[in-house]
């Protein structure tokens, strides 16, 4: 039997007051996918990280077609021939698309960098994922999240590697997007590549692997062939218990409207006018681009409105600025953690709290009361199930669905009458998910009025008591009861597309 591709033994790591891998031993093949799944914080991407030279481990080996290998930096996984897209996108915004495919690797005439062999140089490697309309010059931040992504994966391939390393890609993704990589990462097992894929959605992992790797709290729990297991055991083993059925969560009663727009529109909406009511979860709907994400800034005051009104309880508000708005009982819990949400850098409890502060709670004669904070933070993160090392960690070093949670502490603690939750559930685990839908049903059971911006579409269905579907800045369509379907949200969403 030849040894595998690429191999761990013991592999162990520690950070300050936790081991986030525990002698994890793991084998991937030439021509395989790999899944690797496990709850927030059970060490996925610290062990992609190892493999990917970002740390060195704490004990234990790294073998590479059997032979031992050790990297002092990113730049040696890659030059032995290991890529990776990391969970977070690491490329630079204001360069060009093939700037970033060949960044450290321009091709130079002399001191210069020969532009026209960069761009036919990138034309190949973006072809190779299905990118090849795309004009390599166009800047990177111009382009829609889901492409970005696939500029990621083309980089990683320009380095004919024969490991590629994938921390949930599809996260940002949308469905035609992740056929498309679907169709790329069979294309590279066929070619005999090695791909180690990490990702929380199931129906994924059940698609594109050929065996699992269940870790939980850093320790390997199972190694399965995809197509002798189910969901449920997948589940079971990730997470250590039964979830057990799911009760149908007591619905709401939907009062009066609390938040309202009539015409609204700005530069990307047009006419927008939606509703919502206390004691109802109100799901969003669209595909990339739909004006979802623009109409909850506009809500809160981080977009300009050149027509029609956002009225509070009846009457006019103009927000000047989201802390405005979180001052009057209206919040965004924007879905860009890392750009928008978070301060790395910063405790877990200081992220948890800024903006409850920044509205004047816990704050007695202008000095803020760091021991009421931290309780409140506390008991939130115990009942978010928040895994961190302590309170006063960096968030940056949290596992990224934890810092999801630092995201809806945050919205939580600011107390407002009006929830807009913008994929509140990306990079979260199973577990964690039912959690946080229960969280929604229990803020409208409480009077709250909830909206929520969801990409998937079952959980958008299964935790709604009405939908609006947007398409190109304008709602399409109002959804209630057993009108809420598959089928019709996606026709809302595709009418205006095709029109
Ligand atoms: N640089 C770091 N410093 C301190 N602790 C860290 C660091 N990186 C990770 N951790 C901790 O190690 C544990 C494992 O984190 P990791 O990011 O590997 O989890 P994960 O399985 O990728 O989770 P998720 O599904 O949420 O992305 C977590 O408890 C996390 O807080
Ligand atoms: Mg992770």
Known sequence: MPAPLLETQDLTKTFPGVVALNKVSLRLHAGEVLGLVGENGAGKSTLIKILGGVYPPSSGRVLLSGREIRFQGPKDALDAGIAVVYQELSLIPHLSVAENVFINRLPRRGVLVDWRRLERMARE???????????PRTPLAELPIGVQQSVEIARALSYRARVLLLDEPTSSLTEPEVENLFQILSRLKAQGIGILYVSHHLEEIFEITDRLHILRDGRTVAVLETASTHEDEVIARMVGRDLGQVLPEQ???????VLETR?????????????????EVVGIYGLLGSGRTELLKALVGARRPLAGEVRLFGRPVRFSHPHDAARQGVVYSSEDRKGENLFFGFPVWKNATYQAIQIGRFVRLGVPQARAERRAVAELAERLNLKAPSLDADVYHLSGGNQQKVCLAKALLSEPEVFLLDEPTRGIDVG??????????????????????????????????RVYTMARGRVTAELTGDAITEENVLKHCLEVETA
């Open 263 to 279: 015409g609204l529109g700005d530069r990307f909406l047009k006419e927008v006018s939606v509703r919502f009511r206390r004691g």
């Open 432 to 465: 964690a998910k039912l959690e946080v839908y229960q969280l929604m049903a229990e803020l409208a059971r409480a009077g709250k009025a909830v909206v929520f911006v969801s990409s998937e579409l079952p959980e958008l269905i299964a935790n709604s008591d």
């Open 251 to 257: 619905r709401g009663q939907p009062g009066e409207v």
């Open 125 to 135: 490697v973006l072809a190779e994922v299905g990118l090849s309309d795309l004009d």
